[in-house]
């Protein structure tokens, strides 16, 4: 009977399936996105020939004037603002650290295919907070998360709603790497008490996989070398657990970490993070010496390592803070004008069928634009089922 690991079961998740890229994936995708919505901007504000004209110039039609749109880095500092103000956010609101991570995690993944010239990441971002702390079953009534929010009513946080739901692909589930830390927290401290189990695959017993872990190369404690003892340990281990837990609360968040690593490879770059000696040790204890995979493994965890070291600050310096201004006085001027009003599109949205007294022109855009949203949820979900043999 074959026995399903962990990784096994990941595979089968639709974070794997649809949230998973290459750096190289990822990169072209956002270069597409952004693309796809300068084209948008450009027939909302000169009509459907201006974006035939920025793919083949006709001498007869008089040029498009130049609008200076976002670019993909200017857009990615956007939306990581954004993603900091929804963690302060949630902190103000006391909700819980699932609740914040996959709130962001909405946010970000939105955003590969969507716009903040399409749609205002400070928009979409209550909508985004307020939709977690339904997934993660933490209940906020929406009269209570309103009034949480400054100049704010109950329209701007749902309207959103479903154009956020159909960037997520209808897909809600967020597979977090803080239980995974904290797991190998208590095998840590398994072992470190020699209450750890003995590895076949290493040959190791619990008291030597204990004297291993003494024996370690030791780690300074506020400038002071910790002594080699197991109660040294423990505690070397619990300081590890404390900087890696921070780590994933912040720099795991505001990375792109989530799409290019696994959950577990994220945890274990935490701990290699915090104290690398102790992960290498870890890892060790799992492998066998000679083991490949153990190799590609370690090779991730660095690479991983280095781009949670590469994080921005939750608290953006003065230099940051001037870019963000001008990249959002910037997008003041490139914003497509037909998704601006997101309360009135949800509005129209739902007077489907009660169109009487409407502009022809309004009616037909308002059909295409509901048979494209059709068309796209099609997609989503994939062809309808065909009839097999007759059955």
């Not at 840590?188 to 590895?199: E, P, V, Y």
Request: one cysteine or more; glycine letters at 4%; hydrophobic letters at 35%.
């Amino acid at each position: 009977m074959a026995i399903l690991t962990e990784d096994d079961l990941y595979r089968t998740s639709t974070q794997y399936r649809l949230w998973s890229f290459t750096r190289e994936s990822l990169s072209s995708l956002r270069c597409t996105t952004n693309e796809s919505a300068a084209d948008g901007v450009r027939a909302a504000l000169y009509g459907q020939k201006a974006t035939e004209q920025s793919s083949k110039q006709d001498s007869n039609v008089s040029p498009t004037p130049e609008v200076d749109y976002l670019s993909v880095d200017e857009e990615q500092k956007l939306v990581g603002y954004y993603c900091i103000q929804t963690m302060k956010f949630a902190d103000f609101c006391d909700f819980p650290t699932n609740v914040k991570a996959t709130a962001v995690q909405y946010l970000k993944r939105f955003y590969l295919s969507n716009s903040p010239m399409t749609y205002h990441p400070k928009e979409m971002m209550p909508s985004a907070l307020f939709l977690a702390t339904k997934t993660e079953n933490h209940y906020t009534s929406l009269e209570s998360f309103v009034s949480m929010l400054p100049k704010a009513t109950a329209e701007d946080v749902v309207a959103p709603e479903f154009l956020l739901t159909q960037g997520l692909r209808f897909t809600f589930d967020v597979r977090h790497p803080h239980r995974g830390l904290e797991g190998g927290f208590m095998d840590l401290l398994a072992l470190a008490t020699g209450k750890g189990q003995s590895n076949p695959k290493t040959g190791a017993s619990p008291a030597q996989l204990q004297q291993h872990m003494i024996d370690l190369e030791p780690v300074t404690d506020r400038g002071k070398k910790m002594s080699r003892s197991a109660e040294e340990v423990v505690r070397r281990i619990q300081n590890a657990h404390s900087k890696a837990k921070e780590l994933l609360k912040t720099s795991a968040l505001l990375t792109d970490a989530y799409f290019l690593y696994t959950p577990s490879q994220i945890w274990l770059s935490s701990l290699f993070f915090a104290d690398e000696p102790l992960a290498r040790f870890y890892i060790d204890s799992k492998f066998p010496t000679q083991s490949p995979l153990k190799s590609t493994l370690l090779t991730a965890l660095q690479t991983c390592a280095t781009l949670l070291r590469s994080s921005a600050s939750a608290d953006p310096e003065d230099s940051e803070v001037k870019e963000l201004k001008r990249i959002d006085k910037k997008l003041y001027k490139c914003r497509n004008p037909e998704k601006i009003d997101l309360v009135g599109i949800n509005k129209a949205q739902k007077r489907e069928g009660h169109e009487d007294g409407l502009d022809e022109k309004v009616i037909k855009k308002r059909k295409m634009e509901r048979e494209k949203l059709e068309k796209e949820a099609e997609d989503i979900f994939g062809p309808a089922l065909g009839v097999k043999d007759g059955k």
